[in-house]
């Protein structure tokens, strides 16, 4: 594992990096030569990744107060990219579901979104990099998928005007839309998407590379894959309560593994 002797200007700091998307993240931009600060709450895995990549750990619940102030204060210290992709989800109806849960999608997905790119805001270099890991499901209604599509939408918002406002100091914001990608996500809800048809997924390597190589190119918002992008495309110019019909048909394919609702992170 390495020190906190390194390159600020060639250091990126993933959250949720210990499997998924922000794991695929880890491993490319590791080989892109960069000092990886890998951000998780699960120590053995984020272990597990720095053996392979030789990355630094953090392990922190970004939901703790403390725990967020201390990755706010190591992007203050210096990364040039910051990849915001720490996340969960609930499945099922509205009133059933923990508000509690509700509201932490809410955090993890807007907030702390929102002051990790503060921080970076006002300490990245010129050139530097915002990645925020966002969702088809934040473009339109998201029926049963209520409080992750809302915290999604917000999070393609606050993405697009920070692409616009920091965009004179040299950093480059990019919002990823992505589709159905294979993680744990959908196990850890506790349903099952495997109803859903096979041409909508995607590998979270094939997400993490679309999305650093829209990032390079600039781009305020990249749709993973031809389909994605299609679906977002739709989604967007459809009249309202067509998309709405259209987002909840699809939902409907995704069914709880048991009669109760569930977190996951």
């Known amino acids: ?32 030569g960069r000092h990886v600060i890998a951000v998780g709450r699960n120590r053995a895995r984020l272990e597990a ?4 990549i030789d990355a ?14 201390v990755v706010e204060q190591r992007v203050r210290d210096g990364v040039d990219i910051l990849v915001n992709n720490a996340g969960y989800t609930t499945y099922g109806s509205f009133p059933e579901l ?6 932490g999608q809410l955090i993890l997905h807007a907030a702390v979104p929102l002051r990790l790119c503060h921080a970076a805001a006002g300490s990245m270099p010129s050139g530097g990099r915002i990645i925020n890991i966002a969702s088809l499901a934040g473009i339109a209604a998201a029926p049963r998928l209520a409080a992750y599509g809302a915290s999604k939408a917000a999070l ?7 692409h616009h406002e920091l ?38 390597e094939f997400v993490a590379e679309q999305a650093l190589r829209a990032s390079d190119r600039g781009r305020a918002l990249v749709y993973p ?18 998309a709405r019909q259209a987002a909840a048909r699809t939902y409907a394919m995704v069914t709880p593994l048991d009669s109760g609702a569930h977190a996951a992170s």
């Not at 393609?156 to 920070?162: D, H, M």
């Not at 894959?225 to 067509?242: I, Q």
């Open 1 to 32: 594992m390495r020190s906190a002797n390194h390159d600020r200007a060639r250091t990126a700091l993933v959250t949720g990096a210990g499997s998924g998307i922000g794991a695929s993240f880890a491993h490319a931009l590791a080989r892109q």
């Open 49 to 52: 990744l720095a053996r392979e």
């Open 56 to 69: 630094e750990v953090l392990v922190a619940d970004l939901l703790d107060e403390h725990d967020l102030g």
């Open 98 to 103: 923990e508000v509690e849960h509700e509201l």
């Open 156 to 162: 393609i918002s606050l993405s697009e005007s920070l």
């Open 167 to 204: 965009r004179p100091a040299g950093i480059t914001v990019t919002c990823v839309c992505a589709g159905y990608t294979r993680t744990e996500l959908q196990a850890r809800a506790g349903v099952d998407a495997s109803a859903l048809p096979r041409s909508l997924w995607h590998e979270p």
């Open 225 to 242: 894959g031809r389909l994605t992008a299609l679906t977002g495309a739709l989604m967007r110019h459809l009249p309202r309560s067509l």
